[in-house]
């Protein structure tokens, strides 16, 4: 079985700080990573995934994301936060190893960037 | 544009009557999931199809039906509804490939009464 925790039900970051919110998993073969970001009232939104090479992925709106296999972890990063990064962000793991395309999802992060 | 559409956005109904909630996508994905969004749970697969005709249990399937019929149609039933199914759904699709991401329609908020 698979699964994903974040630690972290709620994260406050001042805007221009750097924010990390955690991801940590648990797959029995090697993982696919996604982070997603739900802003109010609208669907998931695909922020960056994880696939294989190197260990920090950059993606969309200037997040990122650094994986770690000796520490099953798989933190989102940006630099300097804006208030309109504030918004729910999902962490979701896939085996590949297990022939599926079954994503199982954290309980999520509420991020807020305080002005 | 290349999307994943649910129908209703928003859904009150009365306990016990049948209801079924639409999505539809466009871009000819094998894989089509449903979830069901819960405050403090995240989110949790109801079902979800390989293809045309294959559909299996995900984590949460008690209470919902669903169908595959044709690729891009993959309606979510609930043949008798009740209040622990209040809750904010999404349908979520995936191509063939084994590292893409999923995605996501607007989400379709049901409440129960």
């Given amino acids: 079985a698979q699964s994903v925790a974040q630690p972290e039900d709620q994260v406050n970051v001042a805007e221009g700080n750097p924010l990390t919110v955690k991801c940590t998993y648990s797959v029995s073969g090697n993982p696919y990573l996604f982070w997603y970001v739900q802003y109010p009232n609208r669907g998931l939104q695909f922020l960056l995934k994880y696939i294989t090479g190197d260990n920090l992925v950059k993606g969309s709106y200037g997040f990122e994301a650094e994986f770690n296999k000796s520490q099953t972890s798989f933190h989102l990063k940006k630099p300097s936060a804006l208030v309109s990064d504030s918004a729910l962000y999902f962490c979701a793991v896939r085996d590949r190893g297990a022939g599926s395309y079954q994503l199982t999802f954290g309980k999520g992060t509420k991020l807020s960037v305080i002005p | ?113």
């Avoid at chain 2, 045309?52 to 169908?67: H, N």
Wanted: aromatic share 10%; with cysteine.
């Fill in chain 2, 1 to 113: 544009e290349a999307q994943v559409t649910q129908n209703p956005r928003y859904l009150i109904t009365v306990t016990g009557k049948k209801l079924t909630v639409t999505c539809s996508q466009n871009m000819n994905h094998e894989y089509m999931s449903w979830y069901r969004q819960d405050p403090g749970l995240g989110l949790r697969q109801i079902y979800y199809s390989m293809n045309v005709e294959v559909t299996d249990k995900g984590d949460v399937p008690e209470g919902y039906k669903v169908s595959r019929k044709e690729k891009r149609n993959f309606p979510l039933i609930l043949e008798s509804p009740s209040p622990n199914q209040t809750s904010l759904y999404f349908c979520a699709s995936i191509p063939g490939g084994s590292n893409t991401e999923a995605f996501f329609g607007q989400g379709t908020r049901l409440t129960v009464v």
